[in-house]
């Protein structure tokens, strides 16, 4: 017979699970992996960001993701609504943290993050009295996601230390761009990874995603050539981002071959999300 000791240690999730829920269903592991990029950004480009720049892209994701999180529980209902809820209560501290942050920042960084959280927020937000949402046209979902973390993690912090009007413009130069290719790649495919993972139910839901638009394997064969011949591109012109260009698409490729709709989710959400982190962990001196 088992002590009540043992029982009540039977009864207690996994470490695993208690870690998933607490940290990969919050949203604070992404919202972490996203900021890790605008560090990695700010490295590239020699500047050292403001913390308050650096709070705005990690609450700022954490306010989408938990959103979008809420929206998409809601007509669930049942055991779902304890997380929707706090998804709500998440979505809530982000956006107080955001609309705080904001009144310490530069005007140009305020309007480019309302901006920004405008459009992202209208991709989750169902608009009218149909209800249509924006991850709803084809192959939306990851172009917005992927495009719109790009843009942030790069310009927010950027904008912030030194715009074009100031004395100097800041550390503006060709280094944005290929720094935001670097990125752009990364988080592009980060996103289409995700849609590949939720094939089945965004099919259900109609949603003209990548993968149900062209299906598993033509989306593993394109996702993989577009990393490859953009990663590589950057290796071989832009000699200062080889190393974590090689190294990202020694990371991406395997999981592109592997991962499919019927992988565990913490896969995704350890490997994918833990990807972003690479830019940012071969920054340190």
């Known amino acids: 017979m088992r002590t009540s000791g043992e029982l ?21 592991w992404v919202a972490g992996a996203v900021t890790s990029l605008a560090s990695f950004a700010a490295h590239e480009l020699e500047y050292t960001p403001s913390l308050a720049a650096l709070g ?56 480019l993050v ?39 993690v790069v310009f927010v912090p950027l ?11 800041g550390p503006w130069s060709e280094r944005c761009w290929s720094t935001l290719a670097l990125l752009g790649t990364l988080t592009l495919t980060n996103a289409t990874l995700f ?3 939720d094939l089945e139910p965004d099919r259900a839901r109609g949603l003209r995603t990548l993968p149900v638009i062209l299906g598993l394997r033509a989306t593993r064969v394109v996702l993989g050539l577009g990393a490859t011949a953009a990663l590589g591109a950057l290796a071989t012109f832009e000699p200062r981002l080889r190393q974590v260009a090689w190294l990202l698409l020694a990371a991406l490729l395997p999981l592109i071959t592997w991962l499919g709709p019927r ?23």
């Open 8 to 28: 009540i240690a039977a009864q207690r999730p996994p470490l695993s699970a208690v870690l998933y829920d607490y940290i990969v269903r919050t949203h604070l």
């Open 56 to 111: 705005v892209v990690f609450f700022s994701t954490l306010l989408i993701y938990n959103l979008d999180t809420a929206i998409d529980l809601a007509p669930l209902g049942g055991a779902s609504g304890a997380r929707q809820q706090r998804a709500l209560r998440l979505s809530g501290l982000g956006l107080v943290a955001v609309l705080g942050l904001l009144t310490t920042l530069h005007w140009a960084t305020s309007a």
């Open 114 to 152: 309302v901006g920004g959280a405008a459009v992202c927020c209208s991709y989750a937000v169902p608009l009218g009295a149909r209800g249509f949402r924006m991850k709803a046209l084809p192959g939306a979902k990851s172009v917005v996601v992927g495009s719109a973390v790009a843009i942030a």
């Open 159 to 169: 904008v912030e230390h030194g715009g074009p009007w100031s004395e100097h413009g």
């Open 195 to 197: 849609d590949v993972r």
């Open 263 to 285: 992988s565990p989710k913490g896969a995704y959400a350890w490997l994918v999300d833990g990807a972003l982190f690479i830019p940012w962990l071969l920054s340190l001196d």
